[in-house]
């Protein structure tokens, strides 16, 4: 199974339509917050696919929660904004968190900055931003394989 994981468009829609023609294929998209408008327009273009989304920091009157699980064919995805977790000083409540509800991926945005790091059976990500990086890099967004075989994530350029 393919995931899909974006966050921080920030009104980029074209960034997100990008993304979802890229990955037809997919069946499943995860969106970490900070454009929630542009993801609603998904929704409608994409009726068949499964999309996620958590309220980002800019994501004003979103109704969206701030922390999801997914299980993703018996692989557990624990995914957040990452704004309430303190995540521009360490990853450590959402790893905390990710034990906690016995995820063996822990997603989180909010720095704009990709971020990727296996630990003690925990894959972290951040996606990076796919409008407004801040890392000196192209915007992206990364997907993950989740197959028999194990778990790969990677980060791609848009």
């Known amino acids: 199974m393919r995931l899909i994981v974006f966050a921080d468009s920030h009104g980029n829609f074209r960034a997100v339509k990008e993304i979802f023609a890229r990955n037809e294929d997919a069946p499943v998209f995860i969106f970490l ?7 609603e327009r998904m929704r409608k273009a994409y009726p068949d696919k499964t999309i996620l989304n958590v309220a980002g920091n800019c994501d004003y009157s979103s109704s969206a929660p701030d922390f999801g699980v997914f299980d993703a064919e018996g692989t ?9 977790w303190g995540v521009k000083y360490t990853v450590e409540r959402v790893f905390y968190k990710a034990k906690e509800v016995d995820a063996q991926i822990a997603l989180f945005a909010h720095t704009h900055t990709r971020f990727y790091e296996y630990y003690d059976g925990v894959h ?35």
Do not use: Q
């Open 33 to 39: 917050g900070d454009g929630e408008s542009d993801l």
């Open 76 to 84: 557990k995805v624990f995914f957040t904004h990452g704004h309430n």
């Open 124 to 158: 972290i990500l951040n996606p990076g931003s796919a409008a407004l990086p801040r890392d000196g890099r192209r915007p992206c967004y990364a997907f993950i394989d989740i197959t028999p075989r194990g778990i790969m994530c990677s980060h791609v350029e848009l």
